[in-house]
């Protein structure tokens, strides 16, 4: 496959055979070499193949080999004539990330950091196997997948005004939960306010850098050392059980011969299968922000509880890296609604746009990517470029690049835990192969993850957070 | 018997996810054996009890749908009863006229503090699924962990 470097950063595909529309790869050397080593790129062409693509296909820093879609995928289809695909979503279904700051400096929470982190342990249910706090009936379930965060809010988890600071408001509208499976619902019921477990963690941060000061000032973030909490999840086994369900109806009603990837199975936006998974998706995608809510939630009632008060502890941001939805987009000079993908992709959008809260709105959004398990993490600003160059999207985090097995093999939980402990990061973890897999040698740099996002301009850097305290799943 | 027929599965390099490639005697062996590679990314099953039985009914309209459909059950049973499998038995894969049936019994334990899964499992998926049937019988998956 020809590989066509446009500039530094920027690569291309070339349309050739089924494509109908070029790939463009935003990457660096460095990056290209890891891409190259799996099958990313074969991905992204296969992409540009699907009925009703529109203008191209993108692979943002963090690309690597997903399942049909690559990771760090974004498409846009027309609504007439394009399609909607689960595996352009992902299994994780809005798995996202959520950003609180703090007035706390690194002084104050220092000689209580081992308590908190204890303490929030404790109030935040987590790793494999295990039911959440809540006994929930099934129709409690549907109502928490109907509205969401709102859900939340309206029961004592968190306040109103984290709604506004929630990508969609922390409700997707298309959501009908009468469209879940049994099975859906029943993985969803235990599950409702956990963590969950693999890649996701909470963390406490500390800022270590600020390289826009008014824009951080717009977030919320104004000096070095000031503590962020961080919540990195999704919609668990609910999200996970709609992603197979469809892909399963998906197949029974299509067939997959003629795809390049048994993954890559999509229907009609129009039909009714399409529009099944889209409410279907939506209602996972509300699962998924009530979660984070009400995490987000016993997170400050342990702050207030160890450390006298939450105060101040209001939401950045919260943002989802796997989801499709309709926006406006300018496609070849025209501005039309499309079905965009966005799958271990953020949204990105500059200033302006309406979809951001007023608050945000001169500046752009926030955008949070997520490091890998004791480095470093960003927030970065949406762009108006991005609209142009990415569908209004960019990384998500760091992307792996060795398997969890090879991971085992060369790390041990324990030795992982006395490095970071040596440079002052705590951890706690459900368990220590987790914590093996999850090293951070087995993760790309996502320092130059967000190097080449802010060089290219679909994602302008403004802060950098490093860990001082860390959960995993 | 061959090599790879010496091992039940066999974990290969996978940047995100998990591949491995199961063996059997017959396709009911390796779809066993598929099941026992799933849940060693989760838990060591030999320490799970095996107080539970829970009987399995699956269909496909290839083998490829029946083994998804199959591993898929494992992770509905842990999120939906914390159900932590230990071995599979009376494991049966039948044709009928244009679907196939699978019918086994898994035995297990509801979780508790002193199993302590280590890893998740999110998905099964048809990224790189082969089955193979001529001369031996090998199934290959890779899940989304």
């Avoid at chain 1, 693999?198 to 919320?220: M, R, S, W």
């Avoid at chain 1, 050392?225 to 990195?232: A, C, E, F, S």
């Avoid at chain 2, 060693?40 to 320490?47: A, C, G, H, Q």
Wanted: proline share 3%.
């Amino acid at each position: 496959m020809e590989l066509k470097r446009i500039n530094v950063y920027t690569y291309q595909i070339l349309k050739h055979g089924n494509m109908k529309v070029p790939t463009v790869i935003y990457t660096s050397s460095k990056l290209l070499e890891s891409i190259k080593r799996d099958r990313t790129l074969e991905q992204a062409r296969n992409v540009a193949c699907l009925p009703g693509i529109q203008k191209m296909a993108y692979v943002m820093p963090d690309g690597h080999q997903g399942y049909g879609f690559p990771i760090g995928g974004v498409a846009a289809f027309d609504l007439d004539e394009g399609i909607i695909s689960p595996g352009g979503v992902g299994y994780d279904i809005n798995c996202g990330v959520r950003l609180l700051k703090t007035d706390f400096m690194e002084k104050d929470v220092e000689a209580k950091r081992t308590e908190l982190l204890a303490q929030i342990f404790r109030s935040v249910p987590a790793g494999v196997g295990k039911g959440g706090k809540l006994r929930l009936s099934r129709r409690v379930l549907e109502e928490v997948c109907l509205k969401g965060a709102e859900w939340a809010v309206e029961n004592g988890y968190g306040a109103r005004r984290d709604l506004e600071r929630t990508e969609e408001y922390g409700r997707m509208k298309s959501a009908d939960p009468s469209y879940l499976s049994k099975r859906a619902i029943d993985r969803g019921v235990p599950q409702l306010g956990t963590l969950g477990a693999g890649n996701h963690f909470l963390e406490i941060q500390k800022v270590d850098e600020i390289y826009d000061p008014e824009i951080a000032g717009v977030f919320g973030i104004h000096s070095l050392g000031q503590i962020l909490v961080m919540i990195h999840c999704g919609s668990r086994g609910l999200g996970h059980q709609v992603a197979s369900d469809y892909i399963r109806a998906m197949e029974n009603r299509f067939r997959t011969s003629g795809l390049p990837d048994r993954e890559l199975i999509n229907a009609p936006i129009r039909s009714e299968m399409g529009q099944q998974y889209y409410k279907s998706m939506s209602a996972a995608v509300n699962f998924a922000f009530a979660n984070r809510q009400m995490i987000a939630h016993w997170v400050r009632d342990v702050f207030k509880k160890i450390m006298g008060s939450s105060e101040g502890m209001d939401q950045v941001y919260d943002v989802c890296h796997n989801v499709a939805k309709f926006e406006k987009h300018d496609i070849n000079g025209e501005e039309k609604e499309v079905c965009i993908h966005r799958k271990g992709a953020t949204r990105s959008f500059g200033p302006g746009r309406k979809e951001i809260p007023e608050v945000y709105r001169s500046v752009g959004q926030p955008v949070i990517i997520p490091g890998s398990m004791g480095t470093a993490s960003y927030v970065l600003a949406g762009t108006r470029q991005a609209e142009q160059l990415s569908f209004g999207s960019t990384a998500h985090g760091a992307g792996r690049m060795m398997s969890r097995h090879e991971a085992r093999r060369r790390f041990r939980g324990e030795q992982i835990k006395q490095d970071l402990a040596e440079k002052g990061i705590e951890l706690q973890s459900t368990s220590w192969r987790g914590i093996a897999e999850e090293a951070p040698q087995a993760y790309k740099d996502v320092d130059e993850v967000v190097k080449v996002s802010h060089e290219v301009g679909i994602g302008r850097l403004v802060v950098r957070v490093v860990p001082v305290s860390v959960m995993k799943g | 018997m061959s090599q790879d027929q010496k091992k039940k599965y066999q974990f290969l390099e996978h940047t995100a996810d998990a591949k491995f490639q199961a063996f059997g005697h017959s396709l009911e062996e390796a779809f066993v054996n598929a099941v026992y590679a799933t849940v060693s990314l989760m838990w060591d099953r030999e320490k799970i009890g095996r107080k539970i039985q829970q009987p399995v009914r699956v269909k496909g309209r290839d083998l490829e749908q029946l083994l998804m459909n199959f591993l898929e059950e494992i992770l509905y049973l842990l999120d939906s009863r914390m159900f932590l499998l230990h071995s599979v038995e009376k494991m049966k894969i039948l044709r009928e006229t244009d679907i196939y049936v699978l019918d086994a019994q898994f035995l297990g334990d509801i979780n508790e503090k002193r199993y302590r899964p280590h890893g998740d499992v999110k998905a099964i998926t048809y990224n790189e699924m082969e089955i193979h049937t001529n001369d031996r019988f090998m199934v290959q998956v890779v899940v989304d962990v």
